[in-house]
């Protein structure tokens, strides 16, 4: 099957890796410094210009990063349902395959505790929501909160019908919705159906894929383009709807989300210590640019290609372990969103003085890394997590708009974790892998 399996990521490279060298994660950050210093002049704290005039600047500058959003939403489907697909097709062992998705699974799910774990124990330390007027903050953002759709947690009696909803009946209906969690798994069968039939027979349809993802790849690479007008834009909106003065008052809330990635990374570092046998310094020279440019696009799905590349290339990770986990992880892997569930849901119970039980924090990890599978790797996801775990901890889904403010730079932080769980989940899974092929070796022996 790898004769035929045709990976249209090596032809793309050389634009992508143009863009590496071009800094574009220097141009974002530089984006990002300029969008800060726009929204202060143009923010209510100088009072330069009136409520309107400054709303109607906002509204266009905003326009690449909408736009950029917009294009990234639209691509994610079908790029995330080729990749799973050929990355099937590019194992050979179906045996291995099983075991790598299994020893893959588990490393995420307990990744994604941990991180959850990690960011209750902070919250709960610093206690962020203590340095926040609620009543202050509710008038920034209110109105935004009506777009994000809160969803429940089910009931006992409702569970075995959620768990046979994961199948899609509609395949086509899944994908228009961005049923994330459905769009893998109708990916994962017809993959496995695809390698069952003869070579033949397949080969077409793999072709198809294959042209269907260097489409969507080629799209990817065009948004990129938009990035650093993207972050200036969304950023100077941030800022001049909300001031300095507000912004001040939640910065204990996002320092206490980045002490808790930082710790995130720290655990992955210990990981990628043990199974890439590379000193730290090594390997975040490997990984640097791609959790750069991570960090610029807030999109786990954006950078895929770029995730590929390092995972091959600078830690020799084996392209049929790759291809099916690097597309697989963008999508499940979000380690660093759920770190940032555990805070924020924490952080809100504290300003809404809302007290939480154990079973509460048990709620929060087990909907954390339930959510987070199957959520769309583009910008934003994590609020739509957010309001289905405030949603059944008893916490008003207005303190969403809290949030809201900082979300845009505290989502850039995220994805460079998730991104960085992404490849550090590979080398997890290759290094077990070699571990099992060296047990049979000594069995048979």
């Not at 590019?90 to 299994?102: F, I, Q, R, T, Y």
């Not at 935004?144 to 395949?171: E, R, T, Y």
């Not at 808790?260 to 990981?271: D, H, Q």
């Amino acid at each position: 099957m790898n004769t035929m399996f045709y990976n249209p990521l090596k032809k793309l490279s050389a634009q992508f890796e143009n863009m590496v060298k071009g800094r574009l994660w220097l141009k974002v950050l530089f984006a990002l410094a300029l969008g800060v210093i726009a929204g202060i002049l143009l923010g209510p704290d100088l009072g330069l210009l009136s409520a309107v005039t400054v709303k109607n600047i906002t509204s266009w500058l905003a326009l690449p990063g909408q736009v950029f959003l917009a294009i990234i939403q639209m691509i994610v489907v079908p790029l995330v349902l080729a990749s799973i697909v050929l990355g099937l097709a590019a194992n050979n062992n179906p045996d291995a395959m099983k075991k790598n998705g299994v020893i893959a699974i588990l490393f995420i799910m307990f990744s994604t505790a941990l991180a959850a774990i990690i960011g209750i124990a902070l919250a709960l330390n610093i206690q962020p929501g203590n340095f926040v007027d609620a009543s202050a903050l509710m008038e920034t953002g209110t109105d935004q909160v009506a777009n994000v759709a809160a969803k429940g947690f089910p009931s006992m009696a409702d569970l075995p019908s959620k768990v046979s909803g994961l199948i899609p009946k509609n395949p086509l209906a899944s994908m228009a919705s961005g049923e994330m969690l459905q769009v893998i798994l109708f990916s994962a069968v017809l993959g496995a159906a695809l390698l069952s039939i003869p070579a033949k027979q397949s080969k077409p349809l793999f072709d198809l894929l294959s042209a269907l993802q260097e489409v969507s790849l080629r799209i990817v690479s065009w948004a990129m383009l938009l990035a650093p007008l993207a972050v200036f834009g969304l950023i100077t909106r941030l800022v001049a709807n909300l001031g300095v003065e507000v912004l001040g008052g939640i910065a204990i809330y996002v320092l206490t989300v980045v002490i808790g990635l930082l710790m995130v990374a720290c655990f992955y570092s210990i990981v990628a210590k043990i199974t890439t046998k590379q000193k730290f310094s090594l390997f975040f020279v490997n990984v640097r640019e791609l959790l750069l440019l991570a960090f610029s696009t807030s999109s786990s799905a954006a950078v895929m290609p770029i995730s590929l590349k390092v995972a091959e290339e600078k830690l020799n990770i084996k392209p049929e372990i790759s291809r099916f986990l690097v597309p697989l992880g963008a999508t499940i892997n979000m380690t660093g969103t759920a770190m940032y569930q555990g805070v924020a849901t924490v952080f809100l119970a504290q300003v809404f003085n809302v007290d939480l039980s154990l079973s509460s924090y048990l709620f929060i990890i087990t909907m954390s890394v339930a959510a987070s599978i199957g959520s769309p790797a583009t910008p934003g996801a994590g609020i739509i997590i957010l309001s289905m775990v405030l949603e059944g901890v008893g916490i008003p889904a207005a303190g969403i708009a809290i949030t809201l403010g900082v979300d845009r730079i505290l989502d850039m932080c995220r994805t460079s974790i998730n991104v960085l769980g992404d490849i550090v989940a590979c080398t997890t899974v290759q290094y077990f892998s070699k571990e099992n092929v060296i047990k049979d070796k000594n069995r048979v022996n």
